[in-house]
């Protein structure tokens, strides 16, 4: 007995950042956008909480419990005095450590896999909170579509999305941790008074319209000029996306995937060609927009 599940990988549309907090978090304005790349996530019955991973890049990711799939299992029997005795095997596909929420779409995946193995029904609140706790973008997985991310970014709030966006993502050689570019985004804005993050209206309504122009002028990522100071060579590969005709480019998230906003597939395809043939990226991935959230696909 098994259930799978299948989670997407995400980028964010606008990435408004405040200053820090006292807990060390930023608020955040984070308006995410769920993409067609995706990890899947299989649980079954086992004598202890085993972890294996496969895919290209299966050996960039933790096998203990420090990966999110293994802690949202713990938390999920913790929260029903049940012992964590499962399998998980993650299907990776989303970039490790790219700023694409990878790690979060497998604790998301683990949790909905584990709720259905061990027929717990547990409501969307219940789940939700347990996303919460593993990480600010871990709701997010859950939900899909896309939505606006308050607070650390875990608090959302659905969006509607009238029409569907293609995009290439360049995934860069090695990844970025989360917290060191949080890090430099306060070393570069030392001094500085950063603004409360606020969604931005246009953005919003080039959602709801499915207006790809609107949303090109309109995307922004807070995090980019951090992302770019700690590895200055994202910007040749931004520069190639928008030699080949995509709308907008932008790093995603904290990086170092860069994510290209184009017209349609055939863009999409001449865009990803022009970063394959550039050197200036590991792959290039082609993927479409709005994604739906973690759902069981077998099981
Ligand atoms: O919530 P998550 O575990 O994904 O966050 C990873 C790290 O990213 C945090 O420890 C913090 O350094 C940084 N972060 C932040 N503000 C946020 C979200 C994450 O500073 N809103």
């Given at each position: 007995m098994s259930v799978t599940v299948r989670v997407p990988a995400k980028v964010n549309v606008q990435l408004a950042v405040g200053g820090a907090r006292p807990d060390g978090f930023h608020d955040l304005a984070n308006v995410f956008l769920a993409?067609?790349?995706?990890?899947?996530?299989?649980?079954?019955?086992?004598?202890?909480?085993?972890?294996?991973?496969?895919?290209?890049?299966?050996?960039?990711v933790p096998l203990d419990r420090t990966n999110l799939a293994a802690r949202a299992a713990e938390l999920l029997a913790a929260r029903h005095g049940i012992s964590p005795d499962v399998h998980i095997h993650i299907d990776k596909d989303i970039p490790v450590a790219g700023g694409m929420a990878g790690g979060s779409a497998d604790g998301a995946g683990a949790l909905l896999a584990c709720d259905a193995l061990w027929g717990l029904g547990s409501s969307r609140e219940e789940l939700l909170s347990i996303c919460a706790e593993l990480g600010s973008d871990v709701p997010f997985s859950l939900v899909g579509g896309?939505?606006?991310?308050?607070?650390?970014?875990?608090?959302?709030?659905?969006?509607?999305?009238g029409g569907s966006f293609s995009w290439v993502f360049a995934v860069a050689d090695g990844g970025l941790s989360t917290p060191a570019v949080y890090g430099e985004f306060d070393r570069l804005n030392e001094g500085v008074s950063?603004?409360?993050?606020?969604?931005?209206?246009?953005?919003?309504?080039?959602?709801?319209?499915?207006?790809?122009?609107?949303?090109?002028?309109?995307?922004?990522?807070?995090l980019q000029?951090?992302?770019?100071?700690?590895?200055?060579?994202?910007?040749?590969?931004?520069?190639?996306?928008?030699?080949?005709?995509?709308?907008?480019?932008?790093?995603?998230?904290?990086?170092?995937?860069?994510?290209?906003?184009?017209?349609?597939?055939?863009a999409a395809e001449t865009v990803a060609s022009a970063l394959r043939a550039s050197g200036t990226c590991r792959a290039a991935r082609v993927a479409g927009a709005p994604a739906v959230g973690a759902r069981v696909v077998a099981g």
């Open positions: 993409v067609g790349l995706h990890d899947e996530v299989t649980v079954r019955p086992a004598p202890s909480l085993t972890l294996t991973c496969s895919g290209p890049d299966a050996g960039q896309a939505a606006l991310g308050t607070g650390r970014g875990e608090r959302l709030t659905e969006l509607e999305v950063v603004p409360d993050p606020v969604a931005s209206p246009p953005l919003l309504d080039a959602l709801r319209t499915g207006d790809v122009l609107a949303l090109a002028d309109a995307v922004s990522n807070d000029p951090a992302a770019l100071s700690l590895r200055p060579s994202l910007a040749d590969t931004l520069a190639v996306g928008t030699a080949a005709g995509a709308l907008a480019a932008l790093v995603s998230g904290s990086g170092p995937t860069t994510a290209f906003l184009v017209k349609d597939e055939d």
